[in-house]
């Protein structure tokens, strides 16, 4: 099953039936415009596997998990096939596609030829593969995603080397190769210009004829002051300026936001003045906001601190404990936090500094925790994914309330999935998956979904599984 086709397919729900069931709800869909999407997210890289398998080549990622050693060729006809077939299927059933262009994997041979994001050339690349997936795929696909959190997975992969190529230097990692000071800006600019090129073939030769929509999506973690003091709140400043705004600030506004260029210095690329008019010629149709989380930042500037692996360029060190007390409930990940509060925060503070761009959320979920002692019973009891995924809605209605135009919500992940450098050490699906068998059970939480955006209502806490039974009766 070849995946050179396209690198995302993110799955959206349409349901029209309503079920009401007895009991006071927290929260329904009711609270919700029309037409509000609602939906699951996962990424072909993550779930499909076949690494080998429909003539696929390999891509970054498949070299980098098995740690062992096509430009411009014939488009692979079964990924064609393949992903035309997948596509069918879901309209078939109701199911809209939302698709990423990219989602972290590349082709090898890119990264062999001419160093992948590192390398300019790459933008030309990118705008074949685009135009390509356009032309097969775009009278079905309505909603087009450039990039999938490249502002994660480029400080990951050039910063602290934790994702494929894994290059980094000093202080931030240990790596074979690698500048960590330059090359994640290097990268960077190369995606921002990339994204602007797939956008332009895209405006220019399909938006017209196929009525879609073109965006991007980010990773928005939300930061809060470790203490009420001026430094501090503008070390939150800082961290979100790094985040998000690094790519959206050069694609809305024109150039990478005021703290990166004060701190950076000649370290960050400059667009020339023909790159800028692109960039303004190729403005967004949404943005898609990732959240999970929020933390806590502290000042580096007038204060001594660790090396943030992260966000050490923003001069900041990030927390999730204050005088011993965690900003929220634990997840299955050591940095995610159930913090629903985050969500209405970033997504008004995103809402201001874009003047409202229409918005989707295309991830946010919970984690649990994998071992293999654990059996497929402990995974499908997700209690806590519910009151996870309940609260974050919450948080989400009461931003749309206030005015943000938020379009859309999936949940990451529709299945468990290879979650990167993590492995299978973590669960963020809503059906469960032997990893031995490959048989998909439901978890609770998926028969809870399923029935909330049947209209039921949605509680908010449980305090113990025998509360569960209004929802899985």
């Given at each position: 099953m070849a995946r050179e086709a396209a690198a995302c397919l993110v799955v959206l729900l349409t349901v029209h039936r309503l079920l009401h069931l007895s009991g006071v709800a927290a929260i329904d869909r009711g609270l919700f415009p029309p037409g509000f999407l609602f939906?699951?997210?996962?990424?072909?890289?993550q779930v499909e596997g076949g690494y080998l398998e429909g003539n696929k080549g390999l891509s970054n990622w498949d070299v980098f998990t098995h740690k062992q050693e096509g430009r411009f060729g014939d488009v692979n006809p079964d990924g064609v096939a393949f992903y035309s077939s997948l596509i069918d299927n879901l309209l078939q059933k109701g199911i809209q596609p939302f698709v990423t262009l990219c989602h972290y994997d590349i082709p090898h041979e890119l990264d062999k030829r001419y160093g992948g994001w590192l390398?300019?050339?790459?933008?030309?690349?990118?705008?074949?593969?685009?135009?390509?997936?356009?032309?097969m795929f775009g009278d079905r696909v309505k909603f087009w995603a450039t990039f999938n959190q490249p502002n994660l997975f480029i400080k990951f992969s050039y910063m602290v080397g934790w994702y494929s190529p894994g290059r980094c230097s000093e202080p931030f990692g240990n790596c074979k190769s690698g500048n960590s000071s330059i090359e994640p800006y290097i990268a960077g600019h190369n995606i921002i210009l990339s994204h602007a090129n797939a956008v332009s073939i895209y405006?220019?030769?399909?938006?017209?004829?196929?009525?879609?929509?073109?965006?991007?999506?980010?990773c928005i973690i939300w930061y809060e002051p470790f203490r009420n003091t001026t430094a501090d709140i503008l070390a939150v400043k800082r961290?979100?300026?790094?985040?998000?705004?690094?790519?959206?600030?050069?694609?809305?506004?024109?150039?990478?936001?005021?703290?990166?260029?004060?701190?950076?210095?000649?370290?960050l690329p400059k667009f020339t003045s023909k790159q800028k008019k692109r960039l303004e010629a190729t403005k967004l149709d949404f943005i898609g906001l990732n959240h999970y989380t929020t933390c806590y930042v502290k000042d580096c500037i007038f204060s001594q601190c660790e090396i943030d692996p992260i966000n050490g360029d923003a001069r900041v060190f990030s927390?999730?404990?204050?005088?011993?007390?965690?900003?929220?409930?634990?997840?299955?990940s050591p940095f995610f936090y159930d913090v629903p509060r985050g969500m209405e925060e970033a997504v008004m503070y995103y809402k201001q500094r874009y003047n409202n761009t229409p918005t989707y959320i295309p991830?946010?979920?919970y984690s649990q925790a994998s071992n293999?002692?654990?059996?497929?019973?402990?995974?499908?009891?997700d209690t806590r994914r519910i009151n996870y995924i309940s609260g974050y809605l919450t948080s989400l209605a009461s931003a749309i309330r206030k005015g943000a135009d938020v379009r859309g919500y999936f949940v990451w992940s529709l299945l468990d999935d290879f979650e990167w450098n993590s492995g299978y050490t973590s669960r963020f699906g809503l059906y469960h998956v032997d990893y031995k068998t490959l048989k998909r059970t439901p978890k609770l939480s998926a028969d809870w979904y399923r029935k909330f955006l049947m209209g039921s209502p949605l509680r908010r806490k449980f305090r113990d599984e025998s509360q569960l039974h209004q929802f899985t009766s």
């Open positions: 939906g699951t997210s996962t990424s072909a890289y390398s300019p050339e790459i933008q030309k690349d990118f705008g074949y593969f685009a135009e390509i997936c356009f032309k405006r220019n030769k399909y938006q017209g004829k196929q009525g879609g929509q073109i965006g991007i999506a980010l961290a979100l300026s790094f985040s998000a705004p690094w790519f959206l600030d050069p694609i809305l506004l024109g150039d990478y936001p005021r703290e990166m260029r004060e701190v950076l210095g000649g370290r927390l999730v404990e204050r005088d011993g007390v965690p900003i929220g409930k634990e997840t299955g991830e946010n979920g293999s002692s654990m059996t497929a019973k402990d995974f499908t009891n």
